[in-house]
């Protein structure tokens, strides 16, 4: 598992819903372990969300290519 910082967009347009949208949206990313909103945009009516997730781990090299030594 590996953590990741990733930023989303989220809909004011149902505030009452918003924790659920937020959860939602950072659940696609992987598991939210932490997440704050950075910045509301009040002519769009949305807001920007911080946070940090956990992912699989996803090898760069495939695992027949490595050799031990």
Known sequence: MITRFV????SLT???????SILKALQ???????WAVAGVDADRQTAQI???VLSP???AIPFSSVTTV
């Open 50 to 52: 911080e946070a940090v």
């Open 14 to 20: 149902e505030p009452a819903d918003l924790q659920r």
């Open 7 to 10: 930023t989303i967009e989220v």
């Open 57 to 59: 781990t996803q090898f």
């Open 28 to 34: 696609v990313q992987g598991e939210p372990l932490r």
